[in-house]
């Protein structure tokens, strides 16, 4: 393996972490977070290479660029991390025996962490203060759209860890060659667990190839249903914001899903809409509604291969439904279970829509835009999972924790 070396010195600085106490812990962090800030300006001037390289009209362009008032989110993002209580340590279940032994389940870090990941540099930040604030170290794989920027980030971090008398290795930035990822998806006995943040094509290539424990953040196909008893206003402005905040990120809407009994308040959200130039592929029922409240140049027929899309981008589908039956097939077939929202004053029907949806966050008249660590008091976020197995939605610094019992005797032995 041409990484072995590298990641042979991370396991050993994962056992160092062990030993670290938090408030040391939290030292390091506040201290990055105040070094990002810092050093903005080498870090936009190296990102700034990335985006060169980069098709502005690349749907990752957007997920690629910082700018300072990103940087300086991504430096609070890491104080929030650093101000939580730590996740290791915690006594989940104790128990005496009737023998004298005293067992307790305790909480701990998985030990190395290998992350995969696409041209988002502020990952690279936000992975860090995640697993040093868990006791993980941390392997990554950038994706060469972000090289320059990571190569900067990781810099930066290693240089926080050498002033504290901490490991450096305690976070490792791979090569963005294909070769090292495959050597890094079959690490067994170096890395503990892998998390890929990316495409669905990124996080399929790693399941089918990955012989070391995955978790899947999978990609985000997210719908927002507008009931027959949804509010237009409240719809208006939540279908708005869950399509234009960010586009390019993963918690967006991709799919508004309508019932037909309130398709004449679609002009009351293309108002809104055309106000971004949003690109609408619409069924026939809406179509027909859009057309004359619409410019022609946003607006095109809805193909099968609309829906079920994640579009990153000021794109959406619009799909007209009969009735909640036919909504619900309808997100149960296109969805990827990462986010899905209902706009409805029917108190029944949204606690209906919450038991019947499968996904890892499901909303009742707010947007998708939410799905994130830190919008739900996590900190900040390793990823969003949309599996079921040890983590589901937004995973943080509990989710980055494994457990093991303690077993305390006074000389017992067990009978034959």
Not at 112 to 118: D, F, L, N, S
Not at 332 to 339: D, N, V, Y
Not at 387 to 409: C, D, F, N
Request: charged share 25%; with cysteine; net charge negative.
């Amino acid at each position: 393996m041409k990484i072995e070396q590298q990641l042979r010195k991370v396991l050993e600085a994962s056992r160092q972490l062990n030993l670290v106490e938090n408030d040391r812990v939290k030292e390091v962090l506040l201290e990055l977070a105040l070094q990002a800030r810092a050093n903005t300006a080498y870090i936009l001037e190296e990102n700034q290479k990335d985006l060169d390289r980069m098709d502005p009209e690349d749907p990752k362009y957007d997920r690629l660029k910082l700018t300072k008032d990103r940087i300086d989110g991504i430096a609070s993002d890491i104080e929030n991390v650093a101000s939580l209580d730590s996740p290791v340590g915690i006594t989940l279940k104790e128990t005496e025996r009737p023998n004298g032994l005293k067992i307790k389940k305790v909480t701990v870090p998985f030990g190395v962490i290998g992350i995969i990941y696409e041209a988002r540099p502020n990952v690279t930040f936000d992975v860090f203060a995640l697993c040093l604030k868990s006791g993980n170290a941390c392997v990554l794989k950038g994706g060469s759209d972000a090289i320059d920027s990571n190569q900067a980030i990781v810099s930066i971090i290693q240089n926080v860890l050498k002033k504290f008398g901490l490991n450096e290795n305690s976070v490792a930035l791979l090569p963005a060659g294909r070769e090292e990822t495959n050597e890094m998806l079959r690490a067994r006995g170096y890395i503990d667990l892998i998390i890929p943040r990316g495409s669905q094509g990124l996080i399929n290539f790693v399941r089918e190839n990955a012989s070391i424990p995955v978790i899947e953040t999978g990609a985000g196909i997210c719908h927002t249903y507008f009931d027959e008893f949804g509010d237009a206003e409240k719809g208006r402005e939540i279908i708005f914001n869950a399509k234009t905040r960010r586009p390019s990120v993963c918690n967006a809407l991709d799919c508004l899903v309508i019932h037909e009994s309130r398709l004449n308040d679609l002009p009351v959200f293309a108002a809104k809409l055309q106000e971004e130039n949003v690109i609408i592929y619409a069924d026939e029922k809406s179509y027909k509604i859009f057309d004359g409240h619409y410019p022609h140049e946003l607006l095109f027929q809805a193909t099968p291969e609309s829906y079920g899309t994640e579009f990153l981008s000021l794109k959406m589908s619009v799909k007209t439904v009969a009735d909640f039956d036919e909504a619900i097939a309808h997100i149960s077939q296109h969805s990827s279970k990462h986010s899905e929202a209902i706009v409805s004053e029917n108190a029944e029907r949204i606690n209906t829509f919450r038991k019947m949806v499968d996904a890892s966050s499901v909303y009742s008249n707010a947007s998708t835009a939410f799905t994130d660590g830190a919008q739900f008091g996590l900190g900040a976020e390793i990823g969003i999972s949309t599996q079921k197995l040890h983590a589901r939605g937004p995973m943080a610094l509990e989710e980055l924790t494994s457990y093991k019992w303690i077993v305390e005797g006074s000389g017992q032995v067990r009978p034959k």
